[in-house]
């Protein structure tokens, strides 16, 4: 099994590779996306996607649908620094304890981005014909208006924001060992997806760092790593 030592996270400086402007934002209005392009180098991205393969406890996703529990082909796992329960498509999960690689990616995270987070929803889309439909990310177990960072493993994917109002869209592509920051106002106007494609035949797995709201972590056992 590959062990990443914290001391192999490196500061990204790579004069080969494209720098992307952190500061731009993607979103005409309502919201805040910024891309930073990847946060480590290419050799570092793979060793980490290979790690994540192998050590996440991924498991189908289940959705309740209309009363219809729907399984997802994609794999999805969830930890935390508690043991978080956090509901969506009608499923509440409990987080599990982070992983000691699932802490080294965070706190990179934090220092590249400012924010502090306190639990990563895992999704492994196994080839392109895999996505996610849209949605935003703002249930009542997340913070409002907190910042989700999302990072990037493996095959490159478009990933596209459309208004709920006025339906204007908006699209990037992730690369592997890229950050992409959602911020603000951001899930109260905007949704987002991962669009299915019949291109990319490469796995692909993405973490969102996320902020649990501080009373759902009340009465919640932490949990030990
Ligand atoms: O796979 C992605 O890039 C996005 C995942 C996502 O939107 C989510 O987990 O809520
Ligand atoms: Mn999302």
Redesign the pocket.
């Given at each position: 099994m590959i062990k990443i030592e914290p001391s192999n996270l490196p500061l990204w400086s790579d004069p080969e590779e494209p720098q992307h402007d952190c500061r731009y934002n993607y979103l005409p209005y309502d919201g805040e996306v910024n891309y930073f392009g990847p946060i480590m180098d290419a050799v570092t991205a793979a060793l980490y996607e290979q790690v994540l393969l192998e050590q996440i406890a991924w498991q189908h996703d289940q959705a309740l649908i209309f009363g219809r529990a729907l399984t997802t082909k994609r794999k999805?796992a969830w930890y935390g620094d508690r043991a978080f329960s956090y509901t969506?498509s009608n499923m509440t999960k409990t987080a599990l304890p982070w992983t000691a690689e699932l802490l080294q990616l965070k706190a990179w995270v934090e220092c590249v981005s400012g924010e502090q987070f306190n639990s990563c929803?895992?999704?492994l889309?196994h080839r392109g014909e895999e996505?996610?439909a849209w949605?935003s990310?703002a249930e009542r177990d997340l913070k409002k208006n907190g910042a989700?960072a999302?990072l990037?493993f493996g095959a490159e994917?478009v990933?596209a924001f459309k208004h709920k109002r006025t339906h204007e869209k908006v699209q990037l592509e992730?690369a592997t060992g890229s950050l992409?920051m959602m911020k603000g106002i951001t899930q109260s106007h905007w949704l987002?997806?991962?669009p299915p494609t019949k291109k990319v035949f490469a796995p692909?797995?993405?973490l969102?760092f996320r902020m649990i709201e501080a009373q759902s972590a009340e009465g919640v056992e932490p949990i030990s790593s």
């Open positions: 999805v969506y929803l895992l999704n889309y996505g996610m949605h990310d989700i999302s990037s994917r990933f992730l992409l987002h997806r991962l692909r797995i993405n969102t």
